[in-house]
């Protein structure tokens, strides 16, 4: 069984795995904020865990780079795509722990990404998950330690609570611009949000309202991070980051997976980028990236 490592800070309390790196349990008080799972289950629905070196889907499970085509492990069989990246199901390795009772605490953990037919490249990978009195930070770096150029792409899988039934969600999401997508989720078109069912500027109830998209063009508070809030029966729940290092944020309301939550995850790039190139990364050797997200109660 996966090591697992618990932080509180105040009314915070976190618990997080080496199995994928996950975010296992995040609650306030008595509330669950996130959707967690059995500590030695499967993980569901990706339920916390870090998508890279690509978030969401690689169409067909094929993608050219560098003058190559590279083809990847087929993990959405019923559309024949790869999904979420090669990492949410890996072991990572805790390097750095602390954990300061009711105070804070903070666990780094890490795990290399290795050269395969599919993704021949070698990208070092840490993550350090941060709990304070206000919320959970996450912080993802990665490094390029080969000695060719690597696509990359990243984000986190949450599925936040704020109740027993989406359809009871007020949910706000400070978006323009959202990617429609064909019948197998494949993106089709960039749309105005106005006039479609899928403008959340304005926090309203989500209600029978299917979404599976992703979302760009984001509205930053004058503190520039970017919002997204959920609230129910439960309480909110908020998702905070910089849109200038993640300027794409997936929600899904898990309509048709008898799942708990409605997943919010910021992403570096839409889906498919690694066909369409559309806010891909490149690492060049050496080099380094990093993002941040925050989790916390409202």
Not at 179 to 206: A, I, K, N, Q
Not at 254 to 266: F, I, S
Request: proline residues 9%.
């Amino acid at each position: 069984m996966s090591r697992q490592f618990t932080l509180r800070s105040g009314a915070m309390y976190a618990e997080i795995t080496e199995r994928a790196a996950a975010l296992r349990v995040l609650r306030h008080g008595e509330r669950d904020l996130v959707t967690s799972w059995p500590e030695d289950g499967p993980i569901p629905c990706y339920s916390g865990t870090l998508l890279a070196p690509w978030p969401n889907r690689v169409a067909g499970a094929s993608y050219a780079f560098g003058g190559e085509t590279y083809r990847l492990p087929v993990n959405e069989e019923n559309r024949g795509h790869a999904l979420h990246g090669l990492v949410a199901e890996a072991d990572w390795r805790a390097v750095e722990w602390l954990a300061v009772e009711d105070e804070h605490g903070f666990v780094r953990l890490a795990h290399t990404i290795t050269p395969s037919p599919g993704y021949p490249f070698t990208v070092a990978l840490q993550v350090t998950y941060s709990l304070t009195p206000d919320g959970l930070a996450t912080t993802l770096t990665a490094e390029n330690l080969g000695d060719r150029p690597a696509p990359y792409g990243c984000g986190p899988h949450p599925w936040l609570l704020a109740g027993d039934s989406v359809e009871e969600y007020e949910l706000r999401v400070p978006a323009t611009t959202v990617l429609l997508v064909d019948d197998l989720l494949l993106p089709r078109s960039l749309e105005d949000v106005s006039g479609t069912p899928y403008d959340f500027r304005t926090s309203r109830p989500v209600g029978a309202t299917a979404v599976d998209h992703a979302f760009t063009g984001l509205l930053p508070d004058p503190d520039g991070l970017v919002r997204v809030r959920v609230s129910g029966p439960a309480g909110g729940v908020e998702l905070r980051w910089d849109a200038a290092r993640l300027p794409w944020v997936q929600v899904c309301t898990g309509t048709g997976l008898d799942h708990a939550g409605l997943a919010v995850e910021p992403m570096t790039c839409p889906p498919d980028a690694f066909n369409s190139g559309t806010d891909l990364i490149v690492l060049q050797p050496g080099d380094k990236v990093e993002t941040s997200w925050t989790i916390s109660p409202v």
